[in-house]
């Protein structure tokens, strides 16, 4: 049986996939007296598909688990260098998410789906770029002034319990911008603005208090 090469990621194929995960059977659920907080520092990675260009960056999460499957957090990161790699029009990107997860316990495996909001900031651009005088603008010379967009990120992964208190965890989601408008981008004309779905990684390690 031949299996495509190219599986595109899309919110419905995640949550089916950590669904599935998360309803697999024989779950233990948590101990109530677990730790209920935890931070974490995070390596970053996306793949932006407008621009066809791979971003690195670095962050941190706070979580706060009031019972045992389900948890509230908040997540900031930044992504340092200029972007696009080729003919940058931003000086970085800062992104910040919010929202919750649903998990069960597996021993020391925890898998978990999640759903997040929050915004993605393109900072200004340090360096002056040629715009060409057309309406509607280009999208990078729009988003060269410096823009913040809506960011709704939809995933899940895996936690990985080292000690008590100290754990690994990787993420995926896909990332859904939405980009504004009246703007011009690969040979098409948005009045309204568009969405993007984008591919992102967080590989993290923490503690819990």
């Not at 929202?99 to 200004?124: D, H, I, N, Y």
Request: some cysteine; proline content about 8%; aromatic content about 10%.
């Amino acid at each position: 049986m031949r299996i495509s090469r190219h599986v595109r990621l899309t919110p419905v194929r995640i949550v089916l996939f950590t669904g599935a995960i998360v309803i697999s059977p024989t779950p233990t659920v948590a101990a109530q007296d677990e730790p209920h907080i935890a931070v974490s520092a995070n390596l970053l990675y996306a793949r932006s598909s407008e621009f066809e260009t791979t971003s690195v960056g670095i962050g941190g999460l706070v979580a706060w688990r009031p019972v045992p499957v389900l948890g509230i957090e908040a997540a900031l990161g930044a992504y340092p260098a200029d972007f696009p790699g080729e003919g940058p029009f931003s000086s970085g990107q800062v992104e910040g998410l919010f929202g919750v997860t649903a998990r069960l316990s597996f021993e020391r495996v925890r898998p978990f789906a999640k759903a997040r909001a929050g915004f993605l900031a393109f900072r200004e651009s340090s360096r002056p770029i040629a715009c060409i005088a057309i309406f509607p603008p280009p999208l990078s010379c729009t988003l060269a002034a410096g823009r913040t967009l809506p960011v709704l990120e939809i995933g899940g992964g895996t936690e990985i319990e080292l000690t008590r208190r100290t754990f690994v965890r990787i993420d995926a989601a896909d990332r859904i911008l939405k980009y504004p408008g009246p703007v011009f981008s690969r040979g098409r004309s948005f009045s309204d603005g568009f969405r993007r779905h984008d591919f992102s990684v967080t590989v993290g390690a923490g503690l819990r208090f």
